[in-house]
T-cell receptor, first 113, second 117 residues
Framework: EAQVTQNPRYLITVTGKKLTVTCSQN?????MSWYRQDPGLGLRQIYY???????DKGDVPEGYKVSRKEKRNFPLILESPSPNQTSLYFC????????????FGNGTRLTVT | GENVEQHPSTLSVQEGDSAVIKCTYS??????FPWYKQELGKRPQLIID?????GEKKDQRIAVTLNKTAKHFSLHITETQPEDSAVYFC????????????????FGKGTKLSVKP
C-alpha cells in the first residue's frame, strides 16, 4: 500500500531532551516536507526537501533540523525541544513538489513539558 | 512570499444546503491551488485541485473556482451531508515546469465545516 509512515504517533518528552520523529514513504517521491499544525494557525511548513541531499527552510524552521540521505526517509530532529514545540506534526510527500498531490502521514502528537 | 487568507473560519449548514469557502492569495505567480479535507483526528487529504490555466473544476458534489485577476479561489460543496463535516484547508503554490526555484505550498488557516442533520 502506498503510504507515508511517521513514528511515533504520540510522544511526551521533557525540555532539552533530543528527539527524532521518523518519516518514510514508499512511493518513490522526490519531494518531502514537514508541517506543524496548531489550533487557529493551520498547517505551517517547517522544512522541505526537493530531492536527496537537498533541504530547505519553510516558514517556521527555528529549533528543527532535517536530513535527506535517502529518497524514502526524511527524519525531523529536535535537538533541544522546548514547550512551544508542543504540536501536531505531519510529514508529507509528493511526486515532484510542483503540482502533484501531497500525501500526508498520520501525524505525530508531541508534548514537551 | 505567498500569503493565503481563508474565510470563514467556521461554517455551519443544514444537511442538503450548499457550503462555500473562500481563499485569497497574494503572489500573482501562484499557479496551483489544492484543497484538503481533514476529518477529526485524521490526516489532511486532497479532495480537489485547480491550476491557473483553468477557471473551474468539478468533481461530483464539489467544485472549485479560480479568479486570477482578483487572486481568489473558492470551494463549493453542494447537497452537503454529515460526512462532509471536517476542517477544509486551501493552499497555493507557484511552480515552474522547467526547473528554477519552486514556491512553497502555503496553506490557509482552515475552515471548520459542520453539517447538521
Amino acid at each position: 500500500e502506498a503510504q507515508v509512515t511517521q513514528n511515533p504517533r504520540y510522544l511526551i518528552t521533557v525540555t532539552g531532551k533530543k528527539l527524532t520523529v521518523t518519516c518514510s514513504q514508499n512511493m518513490n517521491h522526490e519531494y518531502m516536507s514537514w508541517y506543524r499544525q496548531d489550533p487557529g494557525l493551520g498547517l505551517r511548513q517547517i522544512y522541505y526537501s526537493m530531492n536527496v541531499e537537498v533541504t530547505d527552510k519553510g516558514d517556521v524552521p527555528e529549533g528543527y533540523k532535517v536530513s535527506r540521505k535517502e529518497k524514502r526517509n526524511f527524519p525531523l530532529i529536535l535537538e533541544s525541544p522546548s514547550p512551544n514545540q508542543t504540536s501536531l506534526y505531519f510529514c508529507a510527500s509528493s511526486f515532484d513538489g510542483r503540482d502533484s498531490p501531497l500525501h500526508f502521514g498520520n501525524g505525530t502528537r508531541l508534548t514537551v513539558t | 512570499g505567498e500569503n493565503v487568507e481563508q474565510h470563514p473560519s467556521t461554517l455551519s449548514v443544514q444537511e442538503g444546503d450548499s457550503a462555500v469557502i473562500k481563499c485569497t492569495y497574494s503572489d500573482s505567480a501562484s499557479n496551483y491551488f489544492p484543497w484538503y479535507k481533514q476529518e477529526l483526528g485524521k490526516r489532511p487529504q486532497l479532495i480537489i485541485d485547480i491550476r491557473s490555466n483553468v477557471g473551474e473544476k468539478k468533481d461530483q458534489r464539489i467544485a472549485v473556482t479560480l479568479n486570477k485577476t482578483a487572486k481568489h479561489f473558492s470551494l463549493h460543496i453542494t447537497e452537503t451531508q454529515p460526512e462532509d463535516s471536517a476542517v477544509y484547508f486551501c493552499a497555493a503554490r507557484a511552480f515552474m515546469n522547467y526547473g528554477g526555484s519552486q514556491g512553497n505550498l502555503i496553506f490557509g488557516k482552515g475552515t471548520k465545516l459542520s453539517v447538521k442533520p
